[in-house]
């Protein structure tokens, strides 16, 4: 919010200025609003917003939320009498990042397959790129970290053991419901990770009604595919059978009649946008066919809407 006022300012301190935010961008652009209202003594003459319902209602559930974060866990990993001392691990440097991360690149050969197969019910298994914080008590660089695995390994120890301290980052959760960011993933932790799981906890810092309203026109749209979102359970696809089943996020559920919402926001949460505008009669939802979360930004409606109600508006002024 902060960058996006000081980058706003000087077109804001005209006094003529539309606001129009996109998903997490609608959260943005009310606070946008609120301190321009506050320092410049200015608001906007419109406001769209794009993708989102409404302000009040969240994106996750708390079950969502928990599963966003890193959970750290130690197992015990006792080599003695194990024909295969092989791990599969990977050494990465994070770009922008001072530390670079160890972690395990398979879980399908060595010692970290015997030790899921023998410890399962113990309900912590060891999982592709969970980051190794401390191997032995050892922290430092993943280099360090390495070196001290490999002399266990290599070591004629009567009974060698590793003791690790890991940390599993929200990777499923991310690729679950972010299937173009399952890509970037692919080859172990970057950057993106963060900047999704940042996003998203943004995305759940919702507002009260009343926090703020504005005066002008306030226009929420919203793609088809987004809002048209109701499938019969039978005709699920397997990915959002787990994602119903993981339950993480708020509307995508069982919503009766034998259907479940797969979309971002229903419809209804659209139209809730209407308690934070004090300009009732100009309030609009748009629906814009044949388009997405992503590509509604190109549908000809959702330009027509936007470039349309700012025409009228210079029309307005002019005449």
Not at 249 to 275: C, L, M, Q, R
Request: glycine share 6%.
């Amino acid at each position: 919010m902060d960058d996006a006022f000081e980058a706003l300012r000087v077109p804001m301190e005209t006094g003529n200025f539309a606001l129009l935010g996109h998903s997490i961008g609608c959260l943005v652009i009310i606070e946008v609003a609120k301190r321009a209202e506050a320092e410049l003594n200015v608001k906007p003459v419109a406001v769209f917003m794009v993708e989102r319902g409404a302000a009040q209602w969240p994106l996750f559930t708390d079950t969502g939320l928990k599963a966003l974060q890193d959970r750290d866990f130690d197992i015990d990993l006792d080599l003695a009498g194990a024909e295969d001392r092989s791990l599969d691990l990977k050494e990465k440097e994070l770009e922008g990042s001072v530390d670079d991360v160890l972690f395990f690149s398979s879980v399908t050969e060595g010692l970290t397959k015997e030790w899921n197969d023998r410890h399962s019910d113990e309900g912590e298994c060891i999982s592709k790129f969970d980051e190794i914080i401390s191997v032995n008590g050892v922290e430092g660089s993943a280099g360090q970290k390495h070196a001290e695995i490999k002399r266990v390994l290599e070591g004629s120890e009567n009974n060698p053991r590793l003791q690790l301290h890991l940390r599993r980052r929200a990777y499923d959760m991310v690729c679950l419901h972010q299937p173009g960011v399952a890509g970037m993933l692919q080859n172990g932790p970057t950057r993106a990770l963060d900047r999704w799981v940042n996003v998203w906890y943004i995305e759940n810092k919702t507002r009260e009604v009343g926090d703020y309203a504005f005066t002008c026109p306030l226009i929420a749209l919203s793609a088809q595919a987004s809002v048209d979102a109701s499938v019969p359970i039978k005709e699920l696809h397997p990915i959002h059978k787990r994602i119903v089943k993981w339950g993480c996020k708020v509307y995508n559920k069982e919503i009766g009649d034998g259907k479940v919402f797969t979309g971002h926001f229903p419809s209804s949460t659209f139209e809730d946008w209407v308690a934070w505008t004090e300009n009732k009669k100009a309030f609009r939802v748009i629906e814009c066919p044949d388009c997405d979360h992503m590509t509604i930004k190109s549908n000809k409606r959702f330009k027509d809407t936007v470039y349309g109600t700012l025409s009228d508006l210079v029309k307005l002024w002019s005449s």
